[in-house]
């Protein structure tokens, strides 16, 4: 099957800890991104990265980091969350920078 | 202010109603626009993208775009109860980082 996955799906953590989420594409697409979904459902682009280059990076706070193994994987690490850091956090995958996006099905992070 | 304004934010119509969606850039750089569809608990899923002026119809979906206004909308023809769903537009800039700009969304509730 050939899709956007991630993991976990649902992950609940109290405030100061680390925390990471997994993202693996099997589309063959050069460049993937990662979006947080807040309360009011709005969609904010966090990093997008493009063979393993950082092409995006709006301004998150730096206790947020992208880590790519290779173009098919791009995990998000949280260093020590905050509660406004309770969202639900998407990973996409596009073939390049401008065509269309395909999203994973997320992972919901609640900050205690 | 949000580059991507979506209206209205809710929408109730009855079953095979028509449903219209509109979405309007205030970016000047935006040459593509996509909708998605993200129904609860499940990430978005691309429903159609138009970069032409004029229209664009895959069955029960039509997308307008006017490039002048930079206002693009979706029409649902028929609508159906499986057709409730957040439904988010998208803007790309033909320039700078790529990136798509997402808008708030509008609700669509069709009552059976």
């Known amino acids: 099957e050939t899709a956007v996955f991630q993991t976990p799906n649902y992950h609940v953590t109290q405030v100061g800890n680390e925390v990471s989420f997994n993202c693996k594409q099997t589309?063959?697409?050069?460049?993937m991104y990662w979006y947080k979904q807040d309360s009011k459902k709005l969609l904010k682009i966090m990093f997008s990265?493009?063979?393993?280059?950082?092409?995006v990076n709006e301004t998150v706070p730096r206790r947020f980091s992208p880590q790519s193994s290779d173009k098919a994987h791009l995990n998000l690490r949280i260093k020590s969350v905050e509660p406004e850091d309770s969202a639900v956090y998407l990973c996409?995958?596009?073939?390049?920078?401008?065509?269309?996006?395909?999203f994973g099905p997320g992972t919901r992070l609640l900050v205690l | 202010q949000q580059k991507v304004q979506q209206s209205p934010e809710s929408l109730i119509v009855p079953e095979g109603g028509m449903a219209s969606l509109n979405c309007t850039s205030s970016d000047r750089n935006v040459d593509y626009f996509w909708w998605y569809r993200q129904h609860s608990g499940k990430s978005p899923k691309m429903l159609m993208?138009?970069?032409?002026?004029g229209e664009k119809e895959e069955g029960r979906f039509t997308v307008h775009l006017n490039k002048a206004s930079l206002h693009t909308s979706l029409h649902i023809r028929d609508s159906q109860p499986s057709d409730s769903a957040l439904y988010l537009c998208?803007?790309?800039?033909?320039?700078?980082?790529?990136?798509?700009?997402f808008g708030s969304g509008t609700q669509l509730t069709v009552m059976p």
């Open positions: 998208a803007a790309r800039a033909s320039s700078g980082s790529w990136q798509l700009i």
């Open positions: 993208s138009i970069f032409s002026n």
């Open positions: 996409a995958s596009s073939l390049t920078g401008v065509d269309t996006q395909y």
């Open positions: 990265y493009n063979n393993k280059q950082l092409i």
């Open positions: 589309l063959g697409h050069d460049t």
